[in-house]
């Protein structure tokens, strides 16, 4: 089975341009999230989605960042305008809830790799 | 809000056991995972806790208690491929609308040596 996809891998990008990264989660998953890596700041949620549909997007941290789920196969995450800060390692995870909530892992992609010059 | 601390860093023997500390204060809690994590690669799923106690699973082990805020994962006859970072993360309570996102901990970077 395929586990999560992510693309781009690799990003690299000059200060002001549009960054949109892709994620398909695990098919029959209804819940995604967004998180961002940094070596400051370790593993933070950025957003999460049940059933396409935006759950807590406190995480974000400016109105430069946004997220979308079109559909259950699919979200992006857009920064724009991006900023040398943003350059970290995006994740994107998906889980199956079930109807106790209790034990629902949460399976991650490879990341996207972004750098903001 | 959420705290998690865990050691940054540390060292253990080929062969040999190690404990991995995580100490957690949070508004709520819904269980506590531990992620394993290869430089350069994503989280890997390797233990939930939800209620006091030990969870074993082969060579990793999990424990947890909540009245004092603490869990550690155990892992024994380790290898070298057990190098590592190994997170610890708190699952906010339940609110109904489905799975809830992690908060995580800074890692605990763990080297093998031979």
């Known amino acids: 089975d395929a586990g999560v996809i992510q693309s781009p891998r690799h990003e690299v990008t000059e200060m002001g341009q549009e960054v949109t990264l892709r994620c398909k989660p695990i098919?029959?998953?209804?819940?995604l999230f967004w998180y961002r890596q940094t070596m400051m700041r370790g593993l933070e949620l950025l957003i999460y989605?049940?059933?396409?549909?935006?759950?807590?997007d406190s995480g974000m941290p400016e109105d430069r960042f946004s997220a979308k789920m079109p559909n259950a196969s699919f979200s992006t995450l857009k920064i724009q305008p991006s900023e040398p800060r943003d350059s970290a390692v995006y994740f994107c995870?998906?889980?199956?809830?079930?109807?106790?909530?209790?034990?629902?892992?949460?399976?991650f992609g490879p990341g996207t790799r972004l750098l903001v010059l | 809000g959420q705290n998690i601390d865990q050691p940054t860093e540390m060292t253990a023997t080929e062969g040999a056991i190690v404990q991995i500390n995580c100490t957690y204060q949070?508004?709520?809690?819904?269980?506590l995972f531990w992620y394993q994590q290869h430089a350069g690669e994503a989280p890997t799923f390797l233990s939930y806790?939800?209620?006091?106690g030990l969870e074993e699973k082969g060579r990793f082990s999990s424990f947890l208690s909540r009245s004092k805020g603490y869990s550690y994962l155990l892992l024994k006859e380790l290898q070298m491929k057990d190098s590592a970072s190994y997170l610890c993360?708190?699952?906010?309570?339940?609110?109904?609308?489905?799975?809830?996102?992690?908060?995580f901990g800074k890692g605990t970077h763990l080297i093998i040596q031979p």
């Open positions: 995870a998906s889980s199956l809830r079930t109807s106790g909530g209790a034990g629902e892992t949460q399976y």
């Open positions: 098919s029959g998953h209804n819940s």
């Open positions: 989605f049940n059933n396409n549909v935006p759950i807590d």
């Open positions: 949070t508004s709520g809690f819904n269980g």
């Open positions: 806790n939800v209620l006091d």
């Open positions: 993360a708190v699952r906010a309570p339940y609110s109904g609308g489905g799975a809830d996102g992690l908060t």
